[in-house]
């Protein structure tokens, strides 16, 4: 990067972080740390809720998802809306009559504290471990610019993070939050537009659609049903968007503690209310847009040469070793075959000659299956190299092709991305520890008003955010090598999201389940799910990680049903 851009992004950095430290000024309290003393407005909430799914994973990650495997991906959002409903009428309103800090605290008060203890415990794994994922992803971004050894870079990074949010807390979340989402949403218009501006003369939005949808990339809707029947192993289809998808967002936004401690620091119901129902409403056009940027930069390496390979790093390793020859030939043949792609690309916009189409569709094959062989021989050079570049390509994009200035400030964007989600999880990971084990293992009331026990528990919870951002830290060294990062995260996620809900709904809605019933079906309904997870690994049967949220929750509520059934039977 120039001069420009790394005063770009220092400024930009320190600016934010400045600005959410000075609002983050509340009682030294758990209230005041963990929800903002309950005095959030709905727009705030709103942002805080979108700016904590909303990690550096969706921008750098999910522009090359929709580069390499076209912009289905956004079916995954498509049950968000439906979940933003249900949980406006069911579970909010019982958060907020309750004034919990945490929503296991709610399992205690229905069912008992082994049931509490067990859900809180699944939440602080799946958060954790998928935190530790989202701090490799800025990482990544540090580790090229700078080309330090990722080992340094997510220490480094884990550390700010951790600066950041052990000093702000929950307060400091929402605000910085608020410019966080602005500035980003700018910085990824103005890269979209460029995107456009830097195609051929002749070539303008409509054409740029029409050579990615030609691609394939424009896959947006898709059904899943083959002409063997519906394929469960795929990942991304309406109907497993739709369903699986609801399951998934109905236990994120209504059980994971990331997200219930952003709509807890509301002023009240309707905030809360309000705040969810305009994230169901713009969620899945934000991801589209987002999608849509990689589509376009598909288009764009269609006019222009692009590399065989995203990761330079990786690259330049590998050409110090004896396949460098082998390499240089495929990357050889990449580019003659690249020159070509590019003129069926111009007769098919330019010359609108319809019948290049195909001949786009075939050669974007031919390429992909060239970069295929290519990052073969990459892992044969450099064994334990991470040879799947999905999440480099818009980076790369960023680095080569914008002007001085522009690329600091998206670069930025993508680190404040990174730090408005990871600090949101490091809060609620330590408000679990600090509210579900630490106080009520203690038997300490959360409600104390003693000035001294007061000022402990809050030392004491910036005590556990630190341990918290160490765990993540060394979480994030072993997530090299996992590809696309926006799917390992919700692979992750998927493994623990459906029991969890499970246990909730089980909660809400069967009033004649007791504790015993619910926590014997919990346990096993998790290794349901582990079991179909090794299953779809090894493929012995087709699942897409979608499925796993709802068989998780319906294995819970089914088991819990028969459990519940013989105890009273044999009472």
Not at 191 to 207: C, N, Q
Not at 428 to 447: E, P, V, Y
């Amino acid at each position: 990067m120039s001069t420009t851009d790394w005063i770009v992004l220092v400024i930009t950095l320190v600016g934010i972080i400045t600005y959410g430290l000075y609002k983050s000024r509340t009682s030294k309290n758990l209230e005041g740390y963990f929800l903002s003393n309950r005095s959030m407005p709905w727009y705030l909430v709103l942002l805080s809720i979108m700016g904590t799914q909303a990690s550096a994973i969706t921008f750098l990650s999910a522009p090359g998802q929709a580069f390499t495997d076209g912009m289905r991906f956004v079916q995954y959002y498509f049950g968000l809306p439906l979940a933003m409903i249900i949980l406006c009428i069911t579970f909010v309103p019982l958060f907020n009559k309750l004034k919990l800090f945490t929503a296991y605290e709610f399992l205690e008060k229905r069912f008992d504290l082994k049931t509490r203890i067990f859900t809180s415990s699944l939440f602080l794994l799946s958060r954790g471990l998928s935190t530790g994922i989202s701090i490799y992803a800025p990482s990544i971004i540090l580790s090229s610019l700078m080309g330090w050894d990722i080992f340094w870079t997510n220490i480094v990074m884990g550390g700010m993070l951790i600066i950041y949010t052990v000093t702000g807390g929950a307060k400091a979340v929402a605000y910085t939050q608020q410019l966080q989402l602005l500035i980003i949403f700018a910085g990824m218009f103005v890269a979209g537009y460029l995107i456009v501006d830097y195609l051929p003369e002749g070539v303008g939005f409509s054409e740029a659609l029409k050579v990615s949808g030609a691609s394939g990339k424009l896959n947006v809707i898709t059904t899943g049903i083959t002409e063997k029947g519906f394929d469960w192993k795929d990942r991304y289809n309406l109907i497993s968007g739709v369903i699986g998808g609801f399951f998934l967002a109905l236990s994120y936004f209504g059980t994971d503690q990331s997200q219930v401690g952003r709509y807890l620091t509301a002023k009240d119901t309707t905030e809360s209310r309000l705040g969810l129902l305009m994230n169901g409403l713009v969620k899945v056009p934000m991801q589209f847009l987002i999608l849509l940027l990689g589509a376009l930069l598909f288009t764009f390496y269609q006019f222009n040469p692009s590399p065989v390979f995203f990761n330079k790093a990786v690259e330049e390793k590998a050409m110090q070793t004896s396949y460098k020859d082998e390499l240089a030939g495929l990357k050889q043949q990449f580019n003659t075959y690249q020159v070509q792609q590019q003129e069926w690309s111009r007769l098919y916009t330019v010359e609108k000659q319809e019948v290049y189409k195909d001949s786009i569709a075939n050669g974007s094959k031919k390429l992909a299956a060239i970069q295929k062989e290519y990052k073969t021989v990459l892992a044969k050079a450099s064994p334990g190299a991470d040879t799947n570049d999905t999440n480099y390509i818009f980076l790369r994009f960023v680095v080569d092709f914008l002007p001085k200035g522009l690329v600091g400030l998206l670069i930025a964007i993508i680190f404040l991305a990174a730090w408005g989600s990871i600090a949101a999880a490091l809060n609620s990971l330590a408000s679990c520890t600090m509210i579900d084990f630490h106080q009520r293992l203690k038997g300490i009331q959360t409600d104390s008003t003693n000035a001294e026990q007061c000022a402990l528990e809050y030392r004491q919870s910036k005590y556990y955010t630190l341990a918290w951002g160490v765990f993540c830290i060394i979480t994030a060294e072993f997530a090299s090598g996992m590809g696309s990062l926006i799917e390992a995260v919700n692979v992750l996620g998927s493994l623990f999201y459906g029991v969890i809900l499970g246990i909730f709904l089980v909660a809400f809605y069967m009033k004649r389940v007791k504790a015993n019933a619910v926590f014997a079906s919990a346990i096993i309904g998790e290794l349901i799910v582990i079991a179909f997870f090794l299953l779809d690994k090894y493929n012995i049967i087709g699942l897409g990680f979608l499925w796993l949220n709802v068989v998780g929750a319906l294995a819970v509520v089914l088991l819990a049903a028969i459990f519940q059934l013989f105890q009273r039977r044999g009472a």
